[in-house]
C-alpha cells in the first residue's frame, strides 16, 4: 500500500485550514463534521466561510499564511490556488512532524482525504491513492445507493451491547455467530426502521438464552414496473441478504439477476385462471420458511399493495407473529404512464385518477361504472386485458364517449415497451391487430390524448386528437 489508511480522532483538535475559497469551503465542512476546532487562514473568505466565522463556528485569521500558525496544530490542510504557498505549508508542517494535506496535490502532501460514506459512527473511505478521485468518488456513489443511512443507527444499537456480548459468549466463534444473527436477522430491520425499544428487548431475550440461532423474517418487496433501475435502494438491499426468494410472473428477468446468487428461487406465479401456487399454499409456505429460520422475500411485480394481494399474505404472518415488513415499490400505474407519456392527472384534464382491477376472485368484472365515467379524471385498469372488449363497452353503456382517449401499456418501462392508443371504441380492435398480451395496463382519460406530445420512451402505434380538439 501507498497509503496506510487510518483514521483519526479530531473532535476538539487545532486545526488549520490555508485558503478561503470554495475548496476551503469543502474542507472546512469536513473537519467540522469531525469536531476540529478549526482555524482558517486567507486574506478573503468567499461568503459561506464569512458566515462559518461571524457565527463563530471556525476562527478567522485575516491574513497571508506566516510559517508561525502552523505551530500546535493537530492537522493542516492547504488549499490555496497558489503552489508556492501550498509549498510552504506543506514543507513547515512536515518539519515539525504534522500531517498535511494539499488539496489535488499528492506530492506536496503527507496524507491524502479519502471520498467518504458517512453512516456515522459506521464510516467508509475509498482511495485511489490520489491518482483518479473522480474514480474512488464513482465508487463512494455505488457504495452510497447498497449501504442505507439506518446502518449508522445500527452501529450505534450494536455497540452498547459489545461488553454484554462478550461476557455472555466465551469465544469468538460464539460471539460471531451471535452478531450474525441479529445484524442480518429482523432485529436489525428494527432498528434501521427506528424501532429500537423493540429490538433491544428482542436482543436482551436472545442474550439470556445463549440463542445464535438465525431468526426468520418475510419481506414484501415491490419490484416495480420492471425497469431495475426504478428498484428502492431499500429493496435491493433485501434481494441481496434473503436465503428464499418467492416470485412471481410480473418479475422481470432482469431483476432476478439482481437477487442473490445462492438464494433458494421459489416460483409462485399467477395469470388469470392459471394459478402455479393457489394464495393459500402461498400464505403458508411463508410461514414454514420464516419459522425455519429463513429470511425470506416475497418479491412482486408494481407495489405489494397494489393489487399485489400483499394484504392476504401478511395476514397470516401476522396470525403466526412472523416478522415481516412491507416494501413499497413503484405502481405499475405510474411507471406505465410515465413511461408512456400520459400523465395521470392535468388541471385541463383530469383532477382525479382511479385504479381498479379488470377482474375478481372469481373472474367476473363488478365495477362501480357510475364513478367511473364521470368527467375529468382517469381510470386505470389492471389486469384488464383479456377482458378489454367488455371493459371498453361497459364504459360506452355507462355514459362514457365511444370517442374517450384510451391507451394500453405493455411491459412498461422496459426495452420492450410498446404502448397502442387509440380510443374507447377502437381500442379492442387495436389490441388485437398488435398482439399484446400480459403484463399490459388500459388507460381511459382524455389524459392519453397527451402522449402523441408527452411520449418520451417509446412511440406511441396510435395517436388520437388532443383533449383540446375532442367534441
Known amino acids: 500500500m501507498e497509503y496506510f489508511p487510518i483514521f483519526m480522532r479530531l473532535a476538539g483538535e487545532p486545526c488549520l485550514l490555508v485558503g478561503g475559497g470554495e475548496v476551503a469551503v469543502r474542507k472546512a465542512r469536513l473537519l467540522q463534521s469531525a469536531g476540529a476546532r478549526l482555524t482558517v487562514v486567507a486574506p478573503q473568505l468567499v461568503p459561506e466561510l464569512a458566515a462559518m466565522a461571524a457565527a463563530g463556528e471556525v476562527c478567522h485569521i485575516d491574513a497571508c499564511f506566516q510559517p508561525a500558525q502552523v505551530g500546535g496544530q493537530r492537522l493542516v490542510v492547504a488549499a490555496t490556488n497558489e503552489r508556492e504557498v501550498n509549498r510552504l505549508v506543506s514543507q513547515t508542517a512536515q518539519a515539525l512532524g504534522i500531517p498535511v494535506n494539499v488539496v489535488d496535490d499528492p506530492e506536496l502532501s503527507s496524507y491524502i482525504t479519502p471520498a467518504i460514506v458517512d453512516r456515522s459512527p459506521l464510516v467508509i473511505a475509498v482511495s485511489t491513492g490520489g491518482g483518479v478521485p473522480v474514480l474512488a468518488r464513482l465508487i463512494r456513489a455505488r457504495l452510497e445507493s447498497l449501504i442505507p443511512a439506518g446502518f449508522g443507527r445500527l452501529a450505534q444499537f450494536a455497540a452498547r451491547f459489545r461488553d454484554q456480548v462478550k461476557a455472555r459468549f466465551g469465544n469468538v466463534e460464539e460471539r460471531r455467530a451471535f452478531w450474525e444473527a441479529v445484524l442480518e436477522g429482523p432485529l436489525a430491520e428494527q432498528v434501521m426502521n427506528g424501532d429500537e425499544r423493540a429490538a433491544e428487548a428482542d436482543l436482551l431475550q436472545r442474550l439470556a438464552a445463549g440463542d445464535s440461532t438465525p431468526s426468520g423474517a418475510v419481506y414484501l418487496v415491490g419490484a416495480g414496473p420492471g425497469n431495475p433501475d426504478l428498484l428502492t435502494f ?74 399485489g394481494r400483499g394484504g392476504e399474505e401478511i395476514e397470516l404472518l401476522a396470525e403466526h407473529r412472523i416478522p415481516f415488513e412491507v416494501v413499497p415499490g413503484i405502481t405499475s400505474a405510474s411507471g406505465a404512464a410515465a413511461y408512456a407519456g400520459i400523465p395521470l392527472t392535468h388541471r385541463d384534464h383530469a383532477q382525479a385518477v382511479v385504479f381498479v382491477t379488470g377482474h375478481k376472485k372469481d373472474g367476473s368484472i363488478q365495477l362501480d361504472w357510475p364513478a367511473l365515467t364521470r368527467p375529468d379524471q382517469t381510470v386505470v385498469v389492471y389486469m384488464g386485458l383479456a377482458m378489454a372488449a367488455e371493459i371498453c363497452d361497459a364504459f360506452i353503456a355507462h355514459g362514457k364517449a365511444a370517442t374517450t382517449p384510451a391507451a394500453v401499456v405493455h411491459r412498461a418501462t422496459t426495452a420492450q415497451q410498446r404502448t397502442v392508443v387509440g380510443t374507447l371504441a377502437s381500442l379492442p380492435a387495436k389490441i388485437a391487430q398488435s398482439g399484446i398480451a400480459s403484463p399490459a395496463l388500459i388507460i381511459v382519460g382524455d389524459v392519453v390524448a397527451l402522449s402523441s406530445r408527452l411520449g418520451w420512451f417509446r412511440d406511441v402505434e396510435e395517436v388520437v386528437p388532443t383533449p383540446d380538439t375532442q367534441q
Request: proline residues 4%; positive net charge.
Open 234 to 307: 431499500r429493496a435491493l438491499r433485501l434481494m441481496q441478504q434473503a436465503d428464499v426468494v418467492l416470485y412471481d410472473n410480473l418479475v422481470a428477468p432482469e431483476l432476478m439477476e439482481l437477487v442473490r446468487r445462492d438464494a433458494e428461487r421459489i416460483f409462485v406465479g399467477k395469470q388469470r385462471a392459471n394459478h402455479t401456487m393457489p394464495q393459500e399454499e402461498i400464505n403458508t409456505l411463508l410461514v414454514r420458511l420464516a419459522q425455519e429460520g429463513k429470511r425470506v422475500l416475497r418479491l412482486k411485480g408494481g407495489d405489494p399493495f397494489t393489487f
